[in-house]
């Protein structure tokens, strides 16, 4: 039998026709034609304001921190239980990041500790939308509302999900994407800076065009273009936007077949589930599932090392995930002490397993099988 990867990324047979029309154009920097393809589909598809694609999910993240003018000391709430990404794009404008635990029954933020983490300094609140399932986010913007915070969401792993109907991404101040090549849509690297509120449009472009009124200036809007505010080099460039773009138009096969793949799981897995042996993702009434990731909770990280190693023999490649942030090199010491329980129960505990569009009913019977076996 073959190795099962844990990821492989999915080329739908489009990316070197649009790559070649982007270097033939004559036009290879970025906000070109497939640039602007991408960004209206974003925007008609997700009903948001107004998208800036950008090289990364965490030069979106980071231009969220220069919009919402983060200065040294201000606090922004952030789950530990993330990517690091998360966090860092606020600890590079000086903030001072306060780690909000996970709820029991999902890795997302848990939105009755927030209220209790908000001070006088908090300028943002960053629900991070684990594997696609949507945060609580009514009463996010709610307090956010009450307290006048921003509410950035980290969907980069959200694409094509809802809560209560409306697309994740679309429903805070700011919105994030990611297109790196573990994601449900890949451009290699990539990433996408949604804007919903309508005041910060010229500004995002500003900040996205290394602080100059460019936009604006092909637009015809202004004589001449100008240094007009800080910013940085965050645009994509056209060869990623084309790749971006080709895998955009098969974006409802990706996620139907994605979708499959994790119903075959969770049918498979249903068993193991209902014996008590080991735990499978909840998805709460409010939120759809882009089948983003497939996990399973294991009792305790001895069993989880065990079970890796198990199928580790037998070539199948499952992962952990993220390791607190609070309690990382880097931050345990900023950190302010409290415990973050169910923070620290998924970092010993989530194993996530192979998913990806071309995986086979074979591969997936022999994943479920010997995962069974282990627990047996
Ligand atoms: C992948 C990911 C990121 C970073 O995305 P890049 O495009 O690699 O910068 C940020 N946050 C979360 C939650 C992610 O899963």
Known sequence: MDAVPFNRPFLTGKELEYITEAVYSGKLSGNGKFGKLCQSWFEMRFGIEKALLTSSCTDALEMTALLTDIEPG???????YTFVSTANAFVLRGAKIVFADSEAQTPNIDVSKIEGLISPRTKAVVPMHYGGV??????????????????????????GATYKGRALGSIGNLGTFSFHETKNI????????????????????IIWEKGTNRAAFWRGEVDKYNWVDVGSSYLASELTAAFLWAQLQFFDRIQEKRLAVWNFYREG?????????????????YASNNAHLFYILCADLTERTALIKHLKKKEINAVFHYISLHASPF??????GRELKNSDRYSDTLLRLPLYYDISDDMLCIVIDEIKKFYR
Do not use: F, T, W
Not at 277 to 283: A, D, E, N, T, V
Not at 331 to 336: E, I, T
């Open 331 to 336: 931050y345990k010491d900023k950190h302010d």
């Open 269 to 285: 897995l249903r068993p193991l589930e209902e014996a008590g042996k080991i735990r499978l993702s909840y998805i709460p009434e």
């Open 134 to 159: 949507a945060c609580d986010m009514d009463p996010i913007l709610e307090l956010a509302k009450k307290h006048e915070i921003c509410v950035i969401e980290d969907a980069a792993q959200a694409i």
């Open 74 to 80: 201000d606090e922004v709430i952030v789950p530990s």
């Open 186 to 205: 890949i451009s290699g690297e990539g990433g996408l800076l949604a804007v919903n509120d309508d005041d910060m449009i010229k500004r995002a472009e």
